[in-house]
């Protein structure tokens, strides 16, 4: 667990320091005295009597106590280091940068769990090894640069990867993002992404505490963890944003379902960010974005005022915006809109964007940011304001810089010239304001973080379905794809409906089934997995002659150990689906049936169980929604029966781990009622 001794040290210990500041125990110790650390600052040498202007020791038996040690030393002495340290020196933070360990073999695993043990019998924190090490407010106990501004007011940032931890600051710098702690984890041998994570929702006070929180992770170790602990820090009033990386090699396994095939541990992290609310990225770019999304004041609806200069630029961030969902309202005639056109000069256009024209000057930017504050219909302002190089522009982002502290709606400012007057954005950025210089990659971040669902609040759903019911059957279950008669009964239980069915080994069974059933029906085989790749389902049978003429047909099939009479059922067709994921446990898929979910792959996944605000947010991600609420003259689904049969399946799951693929394939679905027609379980235990 991280302790203060990590993050405010009054003393500090550099074992392998050095005059070379090419060298990582160089170059931590330049960092170190460039930054001010305020505390003791030891250096170990075996040769040298001074670093870079500080006593050095030759061992560490040498020194006081100390309260972080920083080991930049060969892997195979780092244990008798740490031990030492630990036993001896009440050292109680460690940030071992050397590489060497778990990443290369099995005898570099073993050397971590020995120095690991020793943390732990010591009640000491360690990061690394292999790391970059870490940045607080109170040192830079890093060996790269740049070191940004550290402060409170800033971000915090864990990373898996040290140059990436680097690559992803030299991103957010130039955009006037700050940063107040900077974690590089390396090989999370004793302290992962989900524990620092862990201690920043333990130690969070609001005000105080850094609200905006960014994690760069290659791999997710305790996903229960990470998502109690983000859903937590999200509920204090906290921002998350993640980039999950590797997931390009998740889904390549073979499946013999819909949902196997398309759920994979990539889904998994989707289905996690969601449920927690984490803003998911996928490059530097977006995330540092989302990150200066975060640090202004929030937007609260879905219009959005643009006020331009520059035409160009206003029509690329409507495009963006509206793409991902938001509103860029017209503003309505008015004497408000009346009286700012005539402040502005002729040609200038109070539409939505409001186009000032290349000559607009800060006075005039100042009334179109009052109108669009106190009288137009907007919930926050796009601001692009760059210059040509023929004038002077401080004044205008003087105004923009004061605008953004007293307005009440948001203000993202888009200032592209980075060059041009680039001692004018630096003043602007060191007021503690931030620039999205990229109009689109503003208009993507701002959109993907409003679409990005809060966690819901805690639901408990147990009473939907009958637990005892649901063992009762899976417990009496051999291994493998489950007969319809199984899957009714756990569909029963869990209050799934379903269409009318029974099966048929005989020709009379099957008669009698179609006639208790009603005509029309459907028929299908039982026992091959993919009926229909085998001719093995048959539609709109209408009378006795056709069941029996078409029991004798199916029962022909290779594999056949039965015959299916269902009712025949119409609608809009309807997939649900859920495989079993190592760590993560169930991850339930919805969409449309047929080439939507086939050919489009048009899913959304979530994390069971599942609550009714999750599984409508689910719902309306899809990019079918729309034909789901009814387009032109078809008729829609019943949306809130969708997103109920949703919860009930998570829920079913959430009992039955044994299961561990389902697919409903497909559910038809009308204005009144969705009933599931084909299903196929499969259990494992």
């Known amino acids: ?125 360690l990061i690394g090894p292999n790391c970059i090490g870490v940045m607080t407010p109170s040192h830079a106990s890093v060996f790269t640069t740049p070191i940004p501004e550290l402060t409170h007011e800033g971000c915090d940032f864990i990373s898996g990867s040290g140059a990436t931890a680097v690559f992803i600051i030299e991103s957010g710098i130039p955009k006037g993002l700050r940063f107040a702690n900077v974690f590089s984890v390396g090989n999370s041998a004793h302290t992962g992404v989900e524990d620092i994570l862990a201690y920043l929702d333990e130690t969070y006070q609001p005000g105080i505490s850094p609200r905006v929180k960014l994690l760069y992770i290659e791999n997710i170790n305790n996903p229960d963890k990470l998502l109690s602990h983000a859903t937590s820090l999200i509920r204090k009033g906290c921002r998350i944003a993640a980039i999950k990386a590797g997931s390009s090699s998740a889904g390549s396994r073979a499946a013999s379902s819909h949902t196997g095939a398309l759920t994979s541990s990539d889904a998994a992290v989707e289905a996690l960010f969601r449920k927690a609310g984490i803003v998911r990225c996928y490059g530097r770019e977006e995330l540092t974005t989302v990150a200066s999304v975060f640090m202004g004041k929030e937007l609260e609806g879905e219009k959005l005022g643009i006020i331009t200069h520059a035409g160009g630029p206003g029509v690329m961030l409507t495009d963006a915006l509206e793409a991902g969902g938001l509103k860029i309202p017209e503003i309505e005639d008015s004497p408000a809109k009346t009286a700012l056109l005539k402040k502005l000069f002729p040609g200038s256009s109070v539409e939505n964007p409001i186009d000032f024209l290349a000559t607009g000057t800060a006075e005039q930017l100042g009334h179109i940011i009052d109108a669009c504050e106190k009288d137009f219909d907007v919930d926050g302002m796009a601001v692009i304001y760059g210059s040509p190089g023929l004038f002077p522009i401080g004044d205008v982002y003087d105004l923009l810089s004061e605008k953004m502290k007293v307005c009440k ?79 009714h009964q756990l569909f029963n239980s869990a ?3 379903m269409v009318k069915e029974t099966v048929a080994t005989s020709e009379s069974e099957a008669v009698l089934a179609a006639l208790n059933i009603g005509f029309p029906v459907v028929m299908k085989v039982v026992g091959p997995v993919h009926k229909t790749e085998v001719g093995g389902v048959v539609l709109n049978i209408r009378n006795v002659t056709e069941v029996r003429k078409e029991f004798h047909h199916l029962f022909q099939i290779e594999g056949t150990e039965g015959v299916l009479i269902a009712q025949m059922a119409s609608g809009t067709e309807l997939f649900l689906g859920a495989t079993y994921e190592d760590t993560f446990g169930h991850v339930v898929l919805c969409g449309m049936g047929g080439i939507y979910v086939e050919v489009m792959k048009d899913v959304a996944s979530g994390l069971a169980p599942l609550s009714n605000t999750e599984a409508l947010s689910m719902i309306k991600s899809l990019k079918s929604y729309k034909i789901l609420q009814g387009f032109r003259n078809q008729k829609g689904v019943n949306i809130e029966k969708f997103a109920d049969i949703l919860v009930r399946l998570s829920w079913l799951l959430r009992n039955a781990i044994e299961i561990k693929e389902i697919d409903i394939n497909p559910l038809l679905g009308n204005e009144n009622e969705i009933l599931a027609v084909d299903a196929r379980i499969r259990i494992e235990r």
Not at 409 to 415: G, N, R, S, T, V
Not at 428 to 456: C, H, I, W, Y
Not at 466 to 486: A, T
């Open 409 to 487: 709606k948001p203000i993202y400012p888009i200032l592209p010239s980075i060059i041009n007057v680039k001692e004018d954005v630096a003043h602007f950025l060191s007021r503690g304001n931030v620039n999205f210089p990229d109009e689109v990659l503003l208009g993507r971040a701002l959109t993907k973080v409003m679409n990005t669902p809060r966690p819901s609040a805690s639901e408990n759903f147990t009473e939907l379905v009958n637990r005892d019911e649901i063992r009762s059957v899976i417990e009496k279950c051999e291994n493998g794809y489950q007969s319809p008669d199984v899957i």
């Open 495 to 497: 209050g799934i409906p």
């Open 1 to 125: 667990m991280i302790n203060e001794k990590l993050l405010h040290p009054e003393s500090i210990v550099i074992v392998g320091a050095s005059n070379n500041t090419s060298k990582p125990g160089g170059k931590i110790v330049k960092n170190l005295l460039d930054h001010n650390f305020k505390g003791d600052l030891f250096a170990i040498n075996p040769v040298e009597s001074q670093i870079q202007g500080i006593p050095a020791f030759h061992s560490v038996a040498e020194l006081p106590d100390i309260d972080l040690a920083i080991l930049a030393i060969p892997a195979k002495y780092c244990l008798e280091t740490v031990t030492q340290l630990a036993e001896e020196n009440n050292t109680k933070a460690f940030i071992i940068i050397s590489a060497g360990f778990g990443e290369t073999d099995e005898a570099g695993k073993e050397l971590e769990k020995k120095i690991v043990d020793v943390i732990e019998k010591n009640n000491a924190c």
